[in-house]
């Protein structure tokens, strides 16, 4: 059976240069799915940073900016390793099609377990249980009038959505008072690692689904609109149990066309309670769709 997740997967093709293949089903609108792009930097990245190393060092925090298009398909990613040290080490990316220079670029730092402090001061907010809301591949309910779904394969055959806090695009009683939504998310095929739990590079696809929080504070419009990430920088702090996941969203200003959005990433089944596995910021713009 196809494994959308093998999209990650990196294959060396000389000094710093990788390939790999991203499947139709990663496609929203026009490209892939941004997270999807950062994973396969961060593979790289990892893979060039480990190739000769003993000690594996865990990616600690990415930052990625979208400079064109990335197709998909077959995919080159080029690396270059900015320092390689006993603890802490820097990498550079660029994923691009077979045919460009310019794609996605991404700078990353990965780092060895060290002496410290261990707290979270965010908190996990209170939503229904995932089993108890709606799915997002639901036909939408007569409430919601003669608005077509737009039928994208990512949401069918990759991730499973589900709402947690949020207000339907067709309410237009509720008042909208705060830029925040929260969404459920189970992979169709979860990637499990070794260890038992997820991947730890799905934490950048949960994270890049960050829009929805700015069309919580905006009442419905006649114009459908259109979010692509402008860049997305994710600080990562360990891996999500196979299962539902909670992306929680926070808007923070809109302005000129733009807007800045963080996400919380929780798995909700820590040995302790809800674990923060994953925090990241974005800027997007907007752009009408046809």
Known sequence: MHDPWDATAVTAVGEGRYTAT??????????????????????AMATELHVDEGVAQGLRTFHGVFVSPVPAGEVLVE???????????????????PDGSTGFTALAVFGAARPGFAFTELAFP???AAEDQPSFRDPFPPEAGDVERIHFPFWEEVLEGRPALGTPFWDTTTVRDKAES?????FEQPPV????????????????????????????TEDRWFAPSLDLTVHLFGAASPGWVLAHYRAHRADDGYASVDAAVWDPRGPDGPELVAYATQQMFFTRMS
């Open 22 to 43: 991203v499947g139709a089903e990663w496609v929203l609108a026009l490209v892939p799915q941004g997270g999807v792009l950062a994973a396969i930097a961060a593979r």
């Open 79 to 97: 690396v270059r390793v900015l320092r390689r040290g006993r603890s802490v080490s820097q990498a550079q990316a660029t994923v691009h099609g």
């Open 126 to 128: 209170d939503v229904p």
């Open 182 to 186: 929260a969404t459920w998310f189970r």
């Open 193 to 220: 690692a070794p260890d038992g739990r997820l991947d730890p590079f799905t934490g950048f696809v949960f994270a890049d689904v960050m829009p929805g929080a700015v069309f919580e504070k905006v009442s419905p």
